[in-house]
């Protein structure tokens, strides 16, 4: 069964941090880009970060630079997202999917499939 799992997710204070695991069955995250996206409240669905899982090239919307960082374990067939200093405007599900595009730019959530059921992540004091 093809399928990405996300957890990590939790409640934290504003400056908080939380690592974000996205976990893949039935396929190689090494053939794909992995993106990982978030949704708030009456929000689209937009992109925050993005790994080739071929060369570990890597994309961050520009709200989360500095703060974040993706990384990837192809041994364990796992991508992580790793966020410090949250901010309550960090709140939203978290979701990871796969593109079989050549690299992570442009990112765009309608161009990824196979998506997760998302973690939810609420940054609140």
């Known amino acids: 069964q093809v399928q990405l799992v996300e957890s990590g997710g939790g409640l934290v204070q504003p400056g908080g941090s939380l690592r974000l695991s996205c976990v893949a069955s039935?396929?190689?995250?090494?053939?794909?880009?992995i993106g990982w996206f978030r949704q708030a409240p009456r929000k689209g669905r937009e992109g925050v970060s993005c790994?080739?899982?071929?060369?570990?090239?890597?994309y961050y919307k520009d709200s989360v630079k500095g703060r974040f960082t993706i990384s990837r374990d192809n041994a364990k067939n796992a991508v992580y997202l790793q966020m410090n200093n949250l901010k309550p405007e960090d709140t939203a599900v978290y979701y990871c999917?796969?593109?079989?595009?050549?690299?992570?730019?442009?990112?765009?959530?309608?161009?990824?499939?196979?998506w997760g059921q998302g973690t939810q992540v609420t940054v609140s004091s």
């Open positions: 039935g396929f190689n995250l090494e053939n794909y880009l």
């Open positions: 999917a796969i593109d079989n595009g050549s690299g992570c730019v442009p990112f765009s959530p309608y161009d990824y499939h196979n």
């Open positions: 790994i080739s899982g071929s060369d570990g090239s890597t």
